[in-house]
């Protein structure tokens, strides 16, 4: 069985300043790994993922994020906030070569200040 | 194309109705799934369609929900008898298994309501 813990449901930080959203897993096998933003009443979109190819994975609006084994863990990283940046985000697992269905993490709020 | 679809994007019904619910996914894509997602939560599997076989249905899914894709095009997800408790976001997504992609490209999601 997988699963997926994101720690802390709210993360506020200033506009300009370090964004980092935690992420630890489990799974019974290498994982696949996501993080999915998501704007009010909206879908999910894809920010970026790991496949295991490279550990140091880079995603759109320059969010990126490490597959670290040794501790199970994901975290997204962004140097510097944008107001644009408030929204939900999730982190996700698959394990690969099954129906690649998705188990979620309860997903972080971020909030950006001015 | 212009990603997947879902009609409609919110639905309001009474207790006891039935409601259906429709995706429309990429149109290359032969994976289709279907995922719930209540307030402060992540979304949670509910079934996966590869072309018109649905594949894997979880153990959230009741007896009261069905969920169809004729023709491995559109897929349906039809809730008899709604509960209160089925007031949620109901997400589709899709991808392309062939090409060995795990990527799912979501829809906008249907906010159910029962009043």
């Known amino acids: 069985a997988q699963s997926v813990t994101q720690l802390g449901s709210h993360v506020s930080v200033s506009e300009g300043a370090l964004v980092l959203l935690r992420c630890n897993y489990s799974?019974?096998?290498?994982?696949?790994l996501f993080w999915y933003v998501q704007y009010p009443n909206q879908g999910l979109q894809l920010l970026l993922k790991?496949?295991?190819?490279?550990?140091l994975v880079k995603g759109i609006n320059g969010f990126e994020a490490e597959f670290k084994k040794s501790e199970t863990s994901f975290h997204l990283t962004k140097p510097s906030a944008h107001m644009s940046d408030a929204a939900e985000y999730f982190c996700a697992v698959s394990e690969p070569g099954a129906n690649s269905k998705l188990t979620f993490g309860k997903g972080i709020t971020l909030s950006v200040r001015p | 194309d212009t990603g997947v679809s879902q009609d409609p994007r919110h639905k309001i019904t009474k207790r006891g109705q039935n409601v259906t619910f429709r995706c429309d996914p990429i149109?290359?894509?032969?994976?289709l799934y279907w995922y719930r997602q209540t307030l402060g939560q992540g979304p949670e599997f509910l079934t996966y369609?590869?072309?018109?076989?649905?594949?894997?249905k979880s153990r959230l899914l009741s007896d009261r929900f069905s969920a169809e894709r004729p023709k491995g095009s559109f897929s349906t997800l039809e809730i008899q008898r709604t509960e209160q408790g089925d007031s949620a976001m109901y997400l589709c997504?899709?991808?392309?298994?062939?090409?060995?992609?795990?990527?799912?490209?979501f829809g906008q999601g249907t906010r159910l309501t029962v009043v």
């Open positions: 369609f590869q072309n018109e076989a649905q594949l894997e």
């Open positions: 790991y496949t295991s190819a490279a550990t």
């Open positions: 149109s290359e894509h032969n994976r």
């Open positions: 997504a899709s991808s392309q298994h062939d090409r060995g992609g795990t990527e799912a490209f």
């Open positions: 799974s019974s096998v290498p994982p696949y």
